[in-house]
């Protein structure tokens, strides 16, 4: 019998919901998470889902188009570099977004969304 991988590596933000995800182990090149110790392993994108309903709150990591009203604050995950843009499906790529926030920023960068909308750099917020 194969030995887990002690769950060590975690999501390098460290508030809820992300921080309840951690590495579980390898299958074959595919890296698996669990978001809670009864969790089944799962992917990046489905264990910060999965981690997401267990902290019952949820944070939009934008926060600009949900304050408008009217906005659809729906939770999305979102890939700081898109996948349209070889954004990788790893944990470090993904956050939790609004969905209003999540189609307004479409394919840019993370990094050029948050400089185009005047949006500091990460808080304490999440
Ligand atoms: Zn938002």
Do not use: W
Request: proline share 8%; hydrophobic share 30%.
């Amino acid at each position: 019998m194969e030995n887990p991988v002690k769950l060590t590596r975690r999501h390098p933000l460290r508030y809820p919901p992300y921080s309840l995800v951690r590495f579980f182990k390898v299958s074959g090149d595919t890296p698996l998470y669990k978001a809670s110790p009864a969790g089944k392993p799962r992917s990046a994108r489905n264990a910060l889902e999965e981690a997401a309903k267990l902290h019952g709150k949820f944070t939009c990591y934008y926060g600009v188009k949900c304050r408008e009203p009217g906005a659809n604050r729906m939770p999305t995950i979102d890939h700081l570099v898109a996948q349209a843009k070889s954004g990788s499906e790893g944990l470090c790529n993904l956050r939790m977004a609004c969905h209003a926030c999540n189609s307004d920023k479409r394919d840019q960068d993370a990094r050029r969304y948050r400089l185009r909308n005047r949006i500091p750099r990460r808080t304490k917020r999440y």
